[in-house]
């Protein structure tokens, strides 16, 4: 039974490992076979000095084989340990070193290049044998690799995966308490709480829904512990405000959820524009407000200027249109 095979893509990483194993254990009973001094890992670095017939720097060989600085330095001192290169200063600076081929490193090549071509011919009858070019397979995931890491494409599904698990409502009047204590918890932990904040927190129907604004709520884990408000300013803008997320469920992209459905919840209504009054020592908030596309604009009169605070804050606005 082969658990790697049967995992499939999960263990991709593995499964390539195993595979570079197998090769390089091949590939050094070959040089062995043929009583030949090298190391199937010198390899890339050994022909990308062959190709330039120039001396390099450990930077323009990792650049060229776009592996990491690190680890050219790490072959390159295995290969001066076995005489095959030498180090030398740059004529144009001397801060500079540069990487070449020795007598004995160049008198190898002769030898060695039978062999790579064996090496080729054998993994082109692996390829018409399975009828597969798998070379033009790797380049094609590679490409994919350069234009979005792995780590890029596991994170967005850490993310998606997270925002699925969050459940996003209207207010209803029984949620008033709930919207209070949100609210309360945010902004006493950052400010202090003003007599607007408890006009807006106990009246949200009267001070924010009749008036033609709206306030959703997050649920994650069968819990509410999200809510934000958009209240209207006029026919084609509307304010973020009155946002919190319980400090318990904070970094599983409620947030992010919420501004969401508020802005599209927004433009349907026929917004063509959203303001909101932050502070800049709210670096997470203002990271979300900006990836959102939220920028720095001029002061406008809003709801929130009725606050105290608001003289310390700036003003975001997001065009819709």
Not at 120 to 125: F, G, H, N, P
Not at 137 to 162: G, H, P, T
Request: aromatic content about 8%.
């Amino acid at each position: 039974m082969d658990i790697i095979k049967q995992i499939g893509p999960l263990a991709i990483a593995t499964r390539f490992k195993r595979l570079l194993d197998q090769l390089i254990k091949d590939g050094q009973k070959v040089y062995s076979d043929q009583q030949l001094d090298f190391q199937p890992h010198w390899f890339p670095v050994f022909i990308c000095l062959i190709k330039s017939e120039q001396p390099m720097s450990i930077t323009e060989i990792a650049s060229s084989l776009q592996v990491t600085h690190p680890n050219v330095i790490k072959i390159t001192r295995s290969m001066a340990k076995k005489g095959l290169i030498k180090s030398l200063k740059d004529k144009h600076d001397a801060r500079k070193h540069l990487i070449e081929l020795t007598a004995k490193g160049k008198q190898l090549i002769p030898l060695l290049q039978p062999i790579w071509n064996c090496f080729e011919s054998a993994v082109l009858d692996i390829f018409e044998e399975i009828d597969y070019d798998i070379i033009n397979v790797l380049d094609r995931f590679e490409q994919a690799l350069f234009a979005k890491s792995m780590y890029q494409r596991i994170a967005e599904q850490i993310e998606n995966s997270k925002m699925s698990n969050i459940e996003i409502f209207e207010y209803k009047p029984e949620f008033q308490k709930i919207f209070e204590k949100l609210n309360r918890q945010w902004i006493e932990e950052f400010f202090q709480l003003e007599d607007y904040d408890m006009k807006i927190l106990e009246n949200p129907q009267q001070e924010i829904i009749d008036k033609g604004g709206f306030i959703l709520f997050a649920k994650y884990n069968n819990k509410i512990c999200g809510t934000c408000a958009m209240m209207k300013l006029n026919s084609k803008s509307y304010e973020l405000s009155k946002m919190s997320v319980d400090k318990n469920c904070r970094g599983n992209k409620i947030g992010k959820k919420m501004v969401l459905a508020a802005i599209e919840k927004a433009r349907l209504k026929g917004a063509d524009s959203i303001y909101l009054r932050t502070d800049l020592k709210l670096q997470t908030a203002l990271n979300l407000y900006r990836k959102m596309g939220f920028s720095q604009t001029q002061s406008e009169n809003l709801k929130s200027d009725n606050l105290n605070r608001s003289s310390t804050g700036i003003t975001m606005k997001l065009d819709l249109v």
